[in-house]
């Protein structure tokens, strides 16, 4: 059980007052993460506060509810508007980064329902993964829940919401940059996580300004998954009732991405992990289940060292399974109600 509460981080209220929490409960952690990323971006200071002086009125002006909770969480004696500004854009401060890592895997399968991914970055720039956490957000007033995995001070990395919306995210790159022009990926993530529907999230992403590529899997089991292949200038959809996806680093879909994807040289492993999540779901698709799920996430190349988190979402139930870096156990985590589908999700 103490385990459990290391990982685990409960947030309840109005946006505002989830962020106060957040920044309470997390303020330790929060600050040795912006204090290590201010040393890897040692040379680059001045261009990471100058993205975060642009993005931060395009924050409160396309996601509302996020900047609400920044705004709780800056409120925290100890921590600032310049440190949770900063760790909110921080993925963007990575792309300018000359590294090769294996990156991310993830897939979603309609029949029976189920999806999960793996989060793979280089470890020293994360503390081993050891600070990161799942986030369970609660609001009285709607009754409105998502829970989500993250590092400290980041809004989001993927999750899931109580109208059954889960959010997935995986690294690729056509080499577009829009880095003070756009809504951060991780605050994109954690708006994402306030839509009703898969339909109502991919409007509201392909509405906004972005500043990289990214591939998005957004799935919901009314509706099936759509997988969005964009950037600050290309939206390219996969719309699926019925069937299956499994995405790494490298561009499938979009064509004109394609032609510029460089994603392939900085992650060395995609073509081999895809293969692998096919090939499994290609034997499991008849009789696809959480353990078999499992099993498929914890595959060599998939799972290695960089993996900080394998994480699988269910529907029925709504629960999250999540196995953090160095720990062989996989946390289960749950809403305390699951609301009926057409329940309102504003999040103040």
Known sequence: MAKRQERVCIATGNAYERGVAIGMQLKDSIIKQWERNRELYAEKLDLWESITCATKPLIEKHAPFTFQELQGMASVEGLSEDIVFQLACEYEMYMTRDVSIGKCSGFCITEPFLCGQTNDEDPDHFFNGKLDVLIHHKDPNSSFQSILYTHPGYPCYFGMNTNGLFVLWQYIDNGERALDAGVPTCVILRELLFKDS?????????????????????????????????????????????????????????????????????????????KQLRDGIRENRADMSLNKGKMLLSQSYICYEKTLVTILFEPSPHRVHARFKDSQEFITLQFDDVLEPNSSCRGS
């Open 198 to 274: 898969v339909a109502e999230a991919l409007e509201y992403l392909k509405s906004i300004p972005r500043t990289v590529p990214n591939n998005y899997i957004l799935c919901r089991k009314e509706e099936g998954f759509s997988n969005v292949e964009c950037s600050p200038n290309r939206f390219t959809v996969l719309d699926v009732r019925q069937g299956d996806v499994c995405h790494t680093n490298h561009i499938l879909f979009d064509q004109a991405m394609q032609d510029n994807d460089i994603s392939l040289k900085a992650s060395k492993t995609t073509v081999q992990r895809l």
